[in-house]
């Protein structure tokens, strides 16, 4: 059940209050046991468009009053079934920048794992390859769900115009994504490098993702999307 727990709506607030230059590991601990399930506003339209060019829907500390109340818990499904991340403010001016932005991969990774930095216990195996094997295989639901690899297909076709976005799980021996991008496809490796930088967003902070390399053969593939 979604609290909407106005208790730790203050417990954001005076967290917010801390200088930004101040604010420290244990900060941000206190910051994400506070914020799934605190109350807080958001704004019309509830979708803009970050610097980053990523959208992200904005929710800000409430002003005194009613007010209809959301929260990530309550928002979570909505915000990872639309490839959307979240920007909190301090206020609902908007006058400042966000106090807090969650990419997708920090809500996708909550969704997973209950924790925004990704996967605590670090259970990225390599699935027993050797340093001499390569092991390729069908991202799990539970590691990339689909609602992930749809947000990420659609961000691929619509920006690098990739007709068939697929995305494979290789070990080698670490585990890391892969997906059909080559510099072959995007001519230099700026680009490529840049690729896959914004793909991260959409990723837990402890996944990898890499382009796949020239002479692959993507067939073992799935698609994104």
């Not at 997708?104 to 195996?125: E, I, K, Q, T, V």
Request: contains cysteine; charged residues 20%.
């Amino acid at each position: 059940m979604h609290k909407f727990d106005l208790a730790q709506t203050q417990a954001v607030a005076d967290l917010f209050a801390e200088p930004r230059e101040t604010r420290d590991d244990a900060w941000r601990e206190k910051f994400y046991a506070a914020v799934p399930d605190a109350s807080l506003m958001a704004f019309e339209p509830q979708v803009t468009q970050g610097p980053d060019k990523f959208p992200y829907f904005h929710l800000a500390i409430p002003d005194p009053g009613p007010v209809t109340p959301f929260c990530i818990t309550h928002l979570l499904d909505v915000v990872l079934d639309n490839g959307l991340g979240i920007a909190i403010f301090g206020d609902s001016s908007r006058s400042q920048d966000p106090e807090w932005v969650f990419t997708y991969g920090d809500l996708l990774s909550y969704s997973l794992f209950g924790h925004f930095d990704g996967d605590p216990a670090g259970r990225l195996s390599s699935g027993g390859s050797k340093q001499d094997q390569v092991l390729v295989a069908a991202p799990s639901e539970q590691y990339l769900p689909t609602r992930a690899r749809k947000a990420m297909g659609n961000f691929v076709r619509q920006m690098y115009h990739h007709p068939d976005p697929r995305i494979a799980l290789v070990c080698n021996p670490q585990a890391t994504l892969m997906i059909n991008l080559t510099l072959a496809d995007y001519g230099d490796e700026d680009t490529l490098r840049k690729a896959i930088h914004y793909l991260c967003w959409y990723l837990p902070r402890t996944y990898r993702i890499a382009p796949m390399p020239a002479g692959w053969p993507d067939s073992s593939f799935v698609p994104l999307g």
